[in-house]
Nanobody, 119 residues
Framework: QVQLVESGGGLVQAGGSLRLSCAASGSIFSINAMGWYRQAPGKQREAVAIIARFGSTNYADSAKGRFTISRDDAKNTVYLQMNSLKVEDTGVYYC?????????????WGQGTQVTVSS
């Protein structure tokens, strides 16, 4: 079991910045990858940025060049630095961690943190 707690959301004007944090606890030694997902009103949840166990990263096209995912292993925390925010970045941001046990994947989610970008 992995527990995830997000923080750092809020209201910001377009062009501004926010940094989200996700603190992991529990069986973190077996986490394969962690990431940030966004769910905008009326839309499906989508991946924004992923960081794998050995540090490789992947970004949604909409996030490339503006968002940076990073982690602090000493604090068991993953961050999402969001710059040049746009109105369309608005949504609930969820932290995710996945584990593999054999051929089965287990996903863990945080409670979500609201990001609202105003024009």
């Amino acid at each position: 079991q992995v527990q995830l707690v997000e923080s750092g959301g809020g209201l910001v004007q377009a062009g501004g910045s926010l940094r989200l944090s996700c603190a992991a606890s529990g069986s973190i030694f077996s986490i394969n990858a962690m990431g940030w997902y966004r769910q905008a009103p009326g839309k499906q949840r989508e991946a924004v940025a992923i960081i794998a166990r050995f540090g490789s990263t992947n970004y949604a096209d909409s996030a490339k060049g503006r968002f940076t995912i990073s982690r602090d292993d000493a604090k068991n925390t993953v961050y999402l630095q969001m710059n040049s925010l746009k109105v369309e970045d608005t949504g609930v941001y969820y932290c995710n961690a996945d584990q593999w046990h054999g051929s089965r994947r287990y996903d863990y989610w945080g409670q979500g943190t609201q990001v609202t970008v105003s024009s």
